[in-house]
Each structure stands twice: as C-alpha cells, then as structure tokens.
C-alpha cells in the first residue's frame, strides 16, 4: 500500500449513492448472457495515470505524486504500490503498462532490462495477491532522443537492433506475467518530410521487423495477441499505421493479415478523421479487431487531447459495433486517457476512472438492448434483402461474368427502383437507446 489513496476503499456498484462508487457499472450484471466485467474488460493504463506529470507546451509539471520523477528503483517501486492500490480500488480485471513507465531506464540494455525483470517480479507477487491481469504490455520506442527519426524505420539500422532488444525484453515479460495481447504502437514510424526519407526502405524495415516479431512470440509460446495501434499523426507528421484501413494493407503486404489485429484508439480515428465506430466496424469487416483504448479527443483542438470517455451516445456506438463483430476475445477497455492537467488530486483519478467506467456501463446496456430488440439489424437486413433472391446470389457465385449478368439485365428489362435510406429516422432509434 502507497498511502496515496487512502481516502478510498474499494469502489461498489451503488445506483442510489451519492458518494465514490458505481451508478450504472454493476461487474455481475448479466448483458446479452454476459456479465458486464466480462464484456467490458475494464483496463487502466500505467502510463497516462502514474507517469504523465501534467505538462502543456506552455508550461511543465502540474501534478505532485509522491513518487516523481521515478527514476530511481525505490521511486518505481512506490509508483507501482499506488497503480495496484488504484487498480484495487477500480476493482479493474486488467491493466496495461510500457517498459519506460514501470521502470528508470538503466545505463545499458542489458541493465533496463534487469530492471523490467525485476519490476514483473513485483507485478507477479502483487497479481498473485488478487490483482488485475495484465491486458497488454508494449515497449516506449518513441520518448528517448534515439527514438527521433524512427524506431525500426530509423534509417541508424543500431536503432533497429536496439528496439529488437528492447521489444525481446518488453514481449517476454508481457509472456511471463500472462499478459492477453502484445501492442506495438508506431509512435515515430513515420516521417517529418519526404525529402530526407526513403519511404519504400523504412516501409520494408517495417515490414520485417513485425515478421521478427510474430517470429518470436511464436519462439516463445506466447498465445496472445499482437496488436498494432493506428495513428495518423503526432508525433509525426504522417504515421505509417494511419488508420484500420491502411494498417489492413501493410499487413497483406508483408503477409502478416493472419497473425496481427488492430488496437484502435477512439482519439486517433478523430485525428484520422473517421469516427471510432467506422474504425471498430471496418476493423471487424476486414477481420482483425482486437482492443479497444476508450479516451476520446477534443473535437476542435485537433491534438491527441486523451481524455476519459464522457459521451453516452458515443460510447453506445462504439459497443454496438464491438458487440455486431462478437464482442472482445483478447481484447478489453483500456484507459488510454489522461487527467487535465488541473485535476491535480488523487480523488481525480479515482473518480475520473469510475465516471468512465460508468459511461461505457450505459453504452454496453444502450448497445445490447439496440441488438436485442434489433432497433437497426432489422431495417439493416430489409435494406439487403433483395441479396437473398437466388438470382442475385447467383451473379456473386463463380458461375457468373460480367457478361451473362449484363444479358440477364437487359433481357428482364431490368429498372431498378431508388428506396429511402432512412437515415434520420434510424438517427432518431438510436435517440431512444441512449
Ligand atoms: C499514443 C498512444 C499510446 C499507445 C501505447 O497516442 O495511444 O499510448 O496506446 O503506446
Ligand atoms: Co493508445
């Protein structure tokens, strides 16, 4: 225990209540024959919560904790009693965690890595007391001025040798604490400008490097998934992993479509100016849905603002397309979201985590009953169902040409009718969910 949080017991499912607890998040409540912490899969981040001190471009260090800055083992350790005291408090089943934010980075590789080691040992005893799993882990390859031109795509191929090192290490903890997916997030695989950078050779190191990596969480045994994160933009200027779409076609490209899915973060489909549920559900259509993180961007600042969950509706949304693909398998609901920097106290955090976790609560229940009651999978399957006629099934089968299709059009005389789309009317049966 950290003392940090000792104003908090642990967080109840109270709907009448006025003080810290649950009003809507019930983890036993049964949702489409599921209880809630099973759908939702709650994770806080290690990052945003312990690490982040609460700095703006115009101004540094706003939050106070008691084990800033961190860069000691004894500093890492204080800040890892008060993640689980919080994590205890959430009652949260999982959390997730970079290298960089657990331990002091050490003098050499070798060193850092000693000392990830040593942290799992803790996270080990401390999961083994009844605390949360580990939903995923994930390497920092882009805070160090290493990191500045790219991480594998840094045209320094040591950088490339040093993130191998970095993400072995990072990957075999994630192994060893049962860690349920691996996320590699391209925080500086991209470029500024075109005109130092050799776009076909950094997208091929890209390339290769997933491939060394699926290579070795096969070496290892590891059965989780491996995850990469979409961004289009910040911190560079264009991302490689721009959005679900783009991401689908690296991995065609580099053979990998089977092996890896997508994270996909609500903030980062706003910067790729698409909505979360357009990314979920084109995640879903090309097959490779895994995670979701649930921070939400200002929608003018047009910067990665990370900040909790606070729409309903936008949350109903985004479970309603997560539920449509068959809900999480490795996946869950990770808190990749930040307080604002005048949120400076320990009861923020608390309450900014159990507020969010409420507005997923009510999403998940506006979402399932939307399924249920098949508010919008009715009118989606009539909008279809000339596709079920065996006429029309037929020009899909491997009988048909584009030539025999044009015959049978012009012989019936074929003329087709336009049928409203209904947007507004289904806009308003969404209305009613949420
Ligand atoms: C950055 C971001 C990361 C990843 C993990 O925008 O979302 O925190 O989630 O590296
Ligand atoms: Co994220």
């Not at 031109?149 to 090192?165: I, K, L, Q, R």
Request: hydrophobic fraction near 40%; proline fraction near 5%.
């Amino acid at each position: 225990m950290s003392g940090y949080f000792s104003d908090f017991a642990p967080l109840a499912y109270d709907p009448q209540g006025s003080g810290p607890g649950f009003r809507h998040y019930d983890p036993n409540e049964v949702v489409m024959g599921k209880r809630m912490e099973d759908h939702l899969r709650f994770a806080v981040c290690y990052w945003h919560s312990f690490v982040w001190e609460g700095g703006d471009p115009f101004g540094g260090q706003t939050f106070r904790r008691p084990w800033f800055p961190g860069d000691t083992m004894d500093l890492a350790k204080l800040k890892a009693e008060a993640a689980f005291d919080l994590f205890r408090i959430l009652g949260v089943p999982y959390f997730t965690f970079h290298d960089h934010d657990v331990r002091p980075e050490g003098a050499s590789l070798t060193e850092s890595r000693r000392r990830l080691e040593e942290m799992a040992d803790l996270f080990e005893t401390k999961m083994a007391a009844g605390g949360p799993k580990l939903l995923w882990g994930t390497a920092n390859l882009f805070s160090n001025r290493r990191y500045m031109a790219g991480a594998s795509t840094n045209p320094d191929p040591e950088v490339f040798a040093y993130c191998a090192a970095t993400v072995r290490a990072c990957m075999e903890v994630t192994h060893r604490l049962g860690g349920e997916n691996y996320v590699l997030w391209g925080g500086r695989e991209g470029y500024e400008t075109l005109l130092n950078t050799d776009l076909t050779q950094e997208l091929d190191h890209m390339g290769r490097f997933l491939n060394l990596v699926v290579e070795h969480k096969h070496r290892i045994g590891f059965k989780g998934a491996i995850l990469i994160e979409p961004k289009p933009q910040e911190p560079t200027k264009h991302q490689y992993d721009f959005d679900v779409a783009t991401v689908y076609g690296f991995l065609k490209r580099y053979g990998l479509e089977q092996e890896v899915k997508v994270n996909i973060e609500q903030g980062h489909a706003i910067l790729a100016g698409h909505s979360f549920e357009h990314e979920l559900a084109m995640a879903n259509a090309l097959g490779i849905f895994g995670s979701i993180d649930m921070n939400r961007n200002d929608q003018q600042s047009g910067w990665d603002t990370d900040q909790f969950p606070n729409s309903v509706p936008e949350a109903a949304l985004a479970y309603y397309e997560v539920l449509r693909g068959g809900g999480f398998s490795t996946g869950g609901t990770n808190f990749d979201a930040k307080l604002r920097r005048q949120s400076l106290d320990a009861e923020d955090l608390v309450m900014a985590h159990a507020e969010a976790m409420d507005v997923c609560a009510r999403g998940l229940k506006a979402a399932a009953r939307m399924l249920e009651e098949e508010a919008l999978e009715g009118p989606r399957r009539a909008r279809y169902a000339g596709w079920a006629k065996p006429e029309a099934q037929a020009m899909l089968g491997a009988g048909a040409s584009l030539a025999s299709i044009a015959d049978r059009a012009e012989a019936e005389g074929i003329d087709p009718q336009p049928a409203s789309g209904r947007q507004e009317r289904l806009e308003a049966v969404v209305n009613r969910y949420v």
